[in-house]
């Protein structure tokens, strides 16, 4: 594997302890590793996270792929800005119990669900009532 990309997956891992963990001390206990593991990840003095992906992927709760930082499809072409960012938002989420994301979930597509109830609502009647007249 290329220096970069074990970088790119270093840079990852760390990301992740950071949001996840409120201490590198914290997830060195969590994960039964010894003290100044995570500070020999982050000075670039080991990379023994590599051999630790399919531990590490099972504690965030991400696919290998994911925490790789490797798209899960490759092509995303014909997903919008506003799809990508709804994505990574929805990612954030991984932290969280699946029953809490199952609400998220749930809340997330009742409030698409409502506005575009609303949307179709408010054009139907748009219709009926027919094209404005000049002065109204």
Known sequence: MKQDNTERIRARILALIESEFESDA????AMGLGDKTVNNWRRARSSSFMKMLPRLSEEFKVNIGELMDMPLRRDTSELSEEELHLLKLYRKSRSMPESMRGALRDTLESTIN????SYNEVKSAAKRRGPKKKGE
């Open 26 to 29: 914290a997830f060195e206990r």
């Open 114 to 117: 409502l506005y575009i109830t």
